[in-house]
């Protein structure tokens, strides 16, 4: 049952990657805040706060990377990628690619 709830995610990912990518990056954005807010109040500088949050919570982007990992769809985007390269390097338009006899 859990492939349920899971399948429109996957789907999500792969075709509305744009606002997937925007919700990630607002995700992210929120948890640092609000580690910065948390060291602010034990009377840390802002600034000084700011750096120590981002050592803290590690790599923006290679959290990013393990998430989009975590998706689930990585390979899915990795062989439509080979297909559309492969496509344009033998010189045959992707949508006449796929049609068998041209």
């Known amino acids: 049952m859990r ?8 789907f999500r990912s792969l075709f509305r990657k744009g606002l997937v990518e925007r919700d990630l990056s607002d995700e ?14 034990k009377g840390v500088t802002r600034e000084e706060a700011r750096y ?3 050592r803290e919570l590690g790599g ?6 393990e998430c989009r ?5 990585s390979f899915i985007e990795a062989t439509l990628k080979d297909v559309r390269y492969g496509g344009a390097a033998v010189g045959v338009p992707i949508a006449c690619g796929c049609i068998p006899g041209k």
């Not at 990992?69 to 769809?73: E, L, N, S």
């Open 3 to 10: 492939w349920l709830y899971k399948l429109p995610l996957r």
């Open 69 to 73: 990992d975590a998706r689930g769809v």
């Open 52 to 54: 120590a949050a981002l």
């Open 28 to 41: 992210l954005r929120f948890h640092l805040e609000k580690l910065v807010e948390e060291k602010v109040a």
């Open 60 to 65: 923006v982007e290679q959290i990013k990377e």
